[in-house]
């Protein structure tokens, strides 16, 4: 589409001046009446924010879900008195009484900003770093939309970082990623106020920020008067017409106007004070009451609001013409935003089914090219491991060409999932990021915002034991799956075939109100049959079981001279790589004469114990979360070694016999 020409209205220098002010005392006095809060930020950047919003920022506060919207993200979240002023200022759903409620119980302005809590807030920001990725994911995701729909495409990402922002390791990942894929659409504001909580950042880092971003290939400018509206108009203006990204460096002063205490770390995290609250006002010659918006920054505020709605109806029309010549496509760009599934893709899915043995990371791939063969949205890649974790599917997206569903994110693990995060935000695809599961330590705060987010990103998590082998305990979770079991919010499935894998699949991308982590084998397993049992879990039999184990893991020990029999039936609850091992064991109880029924546990969660049954559970990691849930958790809780798979997996145990004698002890049955 022809981009939407900004509006040559533009606020008089006064109206500038009143509107700062009153996004600086807006977030004083938040903050003063909470008695909690960082006001510094706010005073600081309030300039900058206020140009961004009154001459460049095209949105519309009476649909703030409007598709071709521009993006605003606060990297630097402790300061959302800033936002949440921003928008009270431009007529978003968000009233002087929730100003007033500020960090309060129930309140739509909690203590950093929180998606779905605040109409106009686009992603959950505090951590610091992860705005500025989810900003480079939102730019991401805009131009791949444009390469679809070009005719209905013109929105830009903007964002604001503060210096803990480019301290964090995560920044580096996804500006280094941003400069690569040369995403035009991204122009970040750095609020340089040269102070942390501890004191100055001299005292700790000493990084030329500006030259940093040139060497990742952005444009860059420096404006040395943070007050200086009319210089960071020209910045921003400059900014939007180059073809790579931007990094504005604004030179500001913490806590500005606030006497004896501007420019220290005194004002980042505290309220200022009522008399040196009062002091600032006079100084500002501020007589307003506290949380009052002057009448000309009201009117002001109103008319840009309409320009953004007159902006809207405008993109409405484009899209009605582009509807009418393009049906098809527009009925797409509706499902894909309403995250509606194609009608072909369950029985897609269905047909994915290998007889002979496979990793469950190859099912995973033949799932994941099925899916893509009906679900154009389904876009992703992994963190330079493609062909291990089964996550090759197609041209990889480059500067020069977006059409492409696969992304090259490189060996930044933790930028990929943050990246993924602002894709998913943006709106119109399915993402999914893919490493071995021992380096989703490196993703996992973003996977936790994914969660709190309730962003439907799938996790395709890789080698997930120490049958990993020979790479050695340094490559072999053990942990792991039950670190990400106990995120609130993360739906964790751990499949052991085929028809599993597709399951899980299913699962995952029918789930629209948070991530999935799909934890996938590297040895071949076997096809074993299941049946959907009463709990969600899934009942196995034990076809084909034994075939499929390791000659290691097929040592059964010598039979017992006669049957053992016992009146309490045994349960085995098992996942993934497991199941076939607790088939196996399964068998050789039965012929001892033990009545065994064995459960895939596809998703943990979903598994209620039988209480009349001797449950013992089996998986190749932490025992710590089946403590409690079943009687006997057989699992590793060390780590492991550098070994071939099958033999790292005998040494600790997971072989028929070790587990016979286990649960034979257990039972405190003669050997």
Known sequence: MTEIAQPTFVPSVETDRLAVDTLRFLAADMVEAAQSGHPGMPMGAAPMAWTLWSRHLRHDPADPEWADRDRFVLSAGHGCALLYGLLHLFGYDLPVEELRRFRQWGSRTPGHPEFGATPGVECTTGPLGQGLAMAVGMALAERMTAARYPEITGHRTYAIVGDGCLMEGVSHEVASFAGHAELGGLIVLWDDNEITIDGAVERSCSDDQVARFAAYGWHTEVVADGTDVEAIDAALTRAKVDSRPSFLAVRTVIGHGAPGIAGTSDAHGSPLGAERLAQAKEHAGWTLAPFAVPDQVAVTCAVLAAIGGD???????????????????????????????????????????????????????????????????????????????????????????????????????????????????????????STFLVFADYLRPALRLSALMGQPVIYLLTHDSIAVGEDGPTHQPVEHIESLRVIPGVQVLRPANDVETALAWELALTRVDGPTALILSRQSLPQLDCAMGAEGARIVGSAGATAGLSPAARALGAPASEPSATARPIE?????????????????????????????????????????????????????????????????????????????????????AAVLDRIREHLDEPR
């Open 311 to 433: 902006q809207h109806e405008r993109w409405l029309a484009e899209f009605a013409a582009f509807d009418t010549v393009a049906p098809e496509r527009a009925a797409e760009f509706r499902r894909t935003r309403a995250r509606l599934l194609p009608t072909d893709l369950l029985s897609a899915l269905e047909s994915v089914a290998a007889q002979a043995p496979r990793a469950t990371r190859q099912s995973s791939q033949a799932c994941l090219t099925a899916a893509r063969s009906t679900m154009p949205e389904l876009v992703g890649g992994s963190a330079d491991l493609a062909g291990s974790t089964g996550t090759v599917c197609g041209e990889v997206v480059t500067r020069d060409d977006f059409t492409a569903s696969a992304v090259a994110f490189g060996i930044r693990e933790f930028g990929m999932a943050a990246i993924l995060n602002g894709m998913s935000l943006h709106g119109g695809f399915r993402v999914f990021g």
């Open 572 to 656: 085995i609850v098992s996942t993934g790589s497991e199941v076939a091992l607790a088939v196996a064991t399964a068998d050789q109880l039965r012929a001892r004469g033990h009545e065994v029924r064995v459960v895939s546990a596809l998703d943990r969660s979903l598994f209620t114990a039988d209480a009349s049954a001797l449950t013992v559970s089996i998986e190749a990691g932490s025992t710590a979360g089946w403590a409690g849930l079943v009687d006997l958790a057989i699992g590793i809780d060390d780590f492991g070694h550098s070994a071939p798979g099958d033999r790292v997996m005998a040494e600790h145990g997971f072989t028929v």
